[in-house]
C-alpha cells in the first residue's frame, strides 16, 4: 500500500518520474523503485516528497483505503486527464480521512443516506420531475421556501459532501460516487454558491433517478431539470415571477438570486420550464447573457459559496469525547499541533463567551 499511496500522489500533484526526481534531487530510476517497493526511501526523501507532492508523511502510512465506484462527473468534454487525477487524488484524501475519523466513533454520529420512499418507479418525462422533486423536499420536510445551505442538507440526511479547493481553469464542477459503499458528493470549491448549489442539486439527480428515467430520456437534461425543480419549485417560481411575464428588471434577478441561491440564468429556465415565459423571450434574454459575456460572470454581488463543517465539527466532537487526542485530531484536519492547540483555544474562548 505505501508504495501506491506514492505513485497516487504523484499523479495527484499533476508530476512526471522525471519531474518528481528533478524537485527532490535524486534519479528517476530512484523515483520509480520506489513506487515499485524495490527500494525504501530514507526519511529525508520522504519528508522531500511529501513536500514535492503536496501531502503530509502521514499520508504514506494512512491505514485507510478507498474504493471510488459509480461515478458519475459533471465536467467539460475537454477535461485533463492530469486535472482529474489531482481531483481524485484530493478526494481520496478527504475521504480516507472521514473514514478514519469515523473508525474512532463506537456508533456512527452521521445519518445513514436513504431514498425517499416517494421516488416513482419510473419517470416517463420531464414534467415528472417537478412533481418528484416537490415530493422529496415535502418527504425531506424542506417546505417550498428557499433552502438556505444545501451542504447542510444534504449531510444531515446522510448524503457526504466533500469540496475540492483543486484549481480547475473551469472544467469541473462536481461528481457523485460511493466511496467503500457510502454516497458521496463532490463539488468544487472555485464556483459561486449559486453555480455550487445547482451542482449538487444536479448530482442528487444522478444519485435518485440514475435507472428510473425512461429510454428516451436524457439523464443529464432529466438531472438538469430535476435541480431547477429542487431548488425553485414551480409554486415558487410562480409566486415570484407571476404567472405570465413578457420581461425582466436585471436587478429584480439579481434579488432572485440571492434569495434562491440560483443563477440570474437559471431562474430564466425555471421560468420558461413553468411556462411564465415563451421560447422566444428565453432565447433573446439568453442572447442578451451573451452579448453581454455574463453567461460566465453574472452582473451584481455573486451568491456566497458553501462549505462542509460537518467533518471538522465530528473532529472537534470526538475529542471532547475522548475518542481521539489532540495529535491525531491535528493530524486529521491536516493542521500542525500548534496551529491545533491555537484553534481548539479560540474554540473554548469562543464556547465560554457564548
Known sequence: MFEERLARARKAAGLSLRETATIVGISQTAVQKFEKGLLTPSST?????????????????????????EVEYRKRANTPKKLLNKIEGDV????????ELMSFYPTPPVSTFQLPDCLPAQISNYTDLEKTAECIRAEWTLGLNPIPHLIDTFEARGLNVITTAVQNQAKFDGLAANINGLPFLIVSSQWPGDRQRFTLAHELGHRLLTKRL??????????????????????????????????????ELALLKQEFGMSMQSILYRAYQCDVIGESLHKRLFMVFSKNRWRKNEPGEPYPSEDSLLFRQLVFRALGEGYLGSSKAAELLCQSLSKFHQDQKLSLTDATAS
Open 92 to 99: 481520496r484524501d478527504q475521504a480516507e480521512r472521514w473514514l
Open 45 to 69: 526523501h520522504l519528508l522531500n516528497l511529501s513536500k514535492a507532492y503536496g501531502v503530509r508523511t502521514e499520508y504514506f502510512f494512512r491505514p485507510f483505503e478507498v474504493e471510488i465506484t
Open 214 to 251: 425512461s429510454p428516451e430520456l436524457n439523464e443529464e437534461v432529466a438531472c438538469n431539470h430535476f435541480a431547477g425543480a429542487f431548488l425553485m419549485p414551480k409554486k415558487m417560481v410562480l409566486e415570484a415571477l407571476g404567472e405570465k411575464r413578457h420581461s425582466f428588471e436585471l436587478q
